[in-house]
T-cell receptor, first 115, second 116 residues
Framework: DVKVTQSSRYLVKRTGEKVFLECVQD?????MFWYRQDPGLGLRLIYF???????EKGDIPEGYSVSREKKERFSLILESASTNQTSMYLC??????????????FGPGTRLLVL | AQSVTQLDSQVPVFEEAPVELRCNYS??????LFWYVQYPNQGLQLLLK??????LVKGINGFEAEFNKSQTSFHLRKPSVHISDTAEYFC??????????????FGKGTKLSVKP
């Protein structure tokens, strides 16, 4: 089974702190994704990566950055956390295929509270 | 641009009743369609997907969905729900063409609440 793990299930940080959310997948997938999930808004794509050291902005990249130094690990960074970044953060991975029919595999999520 | 509309934000039903969760999409090209389920405090897992072929797709846990190209719909159904089906359900679409990056566009979710 594909396994996507996220470093923390729950996280509490203060405004202005630098926050790192880590995601690791064990299936050698090329593609990895970071989403945030908010009630009534569904999932919104923050950043994604097609390969090591490659990154692309999603729909809501403002206030976030990412790092992918190794294929299995994709980190989301909040440079200076703000209260409007309180949310559930979901990581996903997907194998590379030409026609995108493969599903994405999701981690359990990190619920971040910024005070 | 693609978009996905889930018409109901909440659907309450009694146990053993049938249920339909509605999903409509807009896209100018061929699409792949997905339904995901999220149980409380968990990530998303795939219920079923439509890629091509038969428009009736069967998934896990007794769910099925029907792709209707003319209506641009992909409604999810289950003939008899169980308490354990209580969860949030997300419809998603990705476009099938070379210029697309194949990213998923999600609907806002439907919370299914099954009552005894």
């Amino acid at each position: 089974d594909v396994k996507v793990t996220q470093s923390s299930r729950y996280l509490v940080k203060r405004t202005g702190e630098k926050v790192f959310l880590e995601c690791v997948q064990d299936m050698d997938h090329e593609n990895m994704f970071w989403y945030r999930q908010d009630p009534g808004l569904g999932l919104r794509l923050i950043y994604f990566s097609y390969d090591v050291k490659m990154k692309e902005k999603g729909d809501i990249p403002e206030g976030y950055s990412v790092s992918r130094e190794k294929k299995e690990r994709f980190s989301l960074i909040l440079e200076s956390a703000s209260t409007n970044q309180t949310s559930m953060y979901l990581c996903a991975s997907r194998p590379e295929t030409f026609t995108f029919e493969e599903t994405q595999y999701f981690g359990p999520g990190t619920r971040l509270l910024v005070l | 641009a693609q978009s996905v509309t889930q018409l109901d934000s909440q659907v309450p039903v009694f146990e053993e009743a049938p249920v339909e969760l509605r999903c409509n999409y807009s896209s100018s090209v061929s699409v792949y369609l997905f339904w995901y389920v999220q149980y409380p405090n968990q990530g998303l897992q795939l219920l079923l997907k439509y890629l091509s072929g038969s428009t009736l797709v069967k998934g896990i846990n007794g769910f099925e969905a029907e792709f209707n190209k003319s209506q641009t719909s992909f409604h999810l159904r289950k003939p008899s729900v169980h308490i354990s089906d209580t969860a949030e359900y997300f419809c998603a679409v990705s476009e099938d063409y070379g210029g697309s990056q194949g990213n998923l566009i999600f609907g806002k979710g439907t919370k299914l609440s099954v009552k005894p």
